[in-house]
Nanobody, 121 residues
Framework: QVQLVESGGGLVQAGGSLRLSCAAS????????MDWYRQAPGKQRELVAT???????TYTDSVKGRFTISRDNAKNTAYLQMNSLKPEDTAVYYC???????????????WGQGTLVTVSS
């Protein structure tokens, strides 16, 4: 069993910053991709940022230059540093990891519970 626990959401004024964390626990052998998604009210969930085990990071256009994804492999944790926040960044943010568990041969996609980020204007 692998679980992801997110933290760091909250209420912030436009222009402010927040840092989200997502920590994985369980029988983990390795983690391939670490992703951050978000879902705004009435909208589909969208991929915000990805960090691969090879060191590649990608971002959706709307957050480029403002958000930074990083990872600590020793702690099985991903971070999303969000700067210059805008009201349109308001959403529930979810992390998703592709995890290889001990004694398994296929990667499993695991989701966090979500954390609410609210940006006031």
């Amino acid at each position: 069993q692998v679980q992801l626990v997110e933290s760091g959401g909250g209420l912030v004024q436009a222009g402010g910053s927040l840092r989200l964390s997502c920590a994985a626990s369980g029988s983990i052998l390795s983690i391939n991709a670490m992703d951050w998604y978000r879902q705004a009210p009435g909208k589909q969930r969208e991929l915000v940022a990805t960090s691969t085990s090879g060191g590649t990071t990608t971002y959706t256009d709307s957050v480029k230059g403002r958000f930074t994804i990083s990872r600590d492999n020793a702690k099985n944790t991903a971070y999303l540093q969000m700067n210059s926040l805008k009201p349109e960044d308001t959403a529930v943010y979810y992390c998703r990891f592709r995890v290889l568990r001990i004694r398994e041969v296929r990667y499993l996609e695991v989701w966090g519970q979500g954390t609410l980020v609210t940006v006031s204007s």
